[in-house]
């Protein structure tokens, strides 16, 4: 396997909800693990927490998750954003949609002055991302 680079997302005890939603927008096949699969917080409030999620799309996007094993609590403060870029209008303005739907937009999906269109969104489940779509090249 070639070495890959993906984002880990933390969450505060909504971690299947969060990866479910994904697996609706982006499609594909979502791999959900809890403590208590594990052994780690047999019969305890914890064990239906999922302890790794991932989430591999037909469009080759891998995205994983976790929640804290702490619970919402400890829900993380996000430094960064998911970013999905490229030159496919019709699939990335899809996302758009769904990652926006029931979530708050910064920056709405629109021609910049670079040239691409961008948009800045922060979906339900708190994980700030952004779209850019370019120009097909060629």
């Known amino acids: 396997m070639a ?3 993906n984002p880990y997302l933390h969450f505060g005890g909504d971690a299947r909800q969060a990866l479910e939603f994904y697996q609706e927008v982006f499609g594909g096949e979502l791999v959900l693990n809890t403590y208590g699969s594990f052994g780690q917080a047999e019969g305890g409030p914890q064990a239906d927490m999922i302890m790794h999620g991932m989430l591999e799309t037909p469009s080759g996007f891998t995205l994983m998750g976790a929640d804290s094993p702490t619970g919402a609590d400890s829900a993380p ?12 209008d019709t699939e990335l ?4 949609e769904r990652l926006s739907a029931g979530g708050q937009v ?7 002055m670079w040239g691409d ?3 800045m969104c922060t979906d339900r489940f708190g994980v700030p991302w952004m779209v850019n779509i370019s120009e097909p090249q060629g």
Do not use: I, N
């Open 93 to 96: 303005r899809g996302y758009w």
């Open 106 to 112: 910064s920056v709405p999906l629109d021609k910049q």
């Open 77 to 88: 403060v996000f430094t960064y954003s998911v970013s999905l870029s490229g030159d496919d």
């Open 117 to 119: 269109v961008f948009g």
């Open 3 to 5: 070495s890959r680079l």
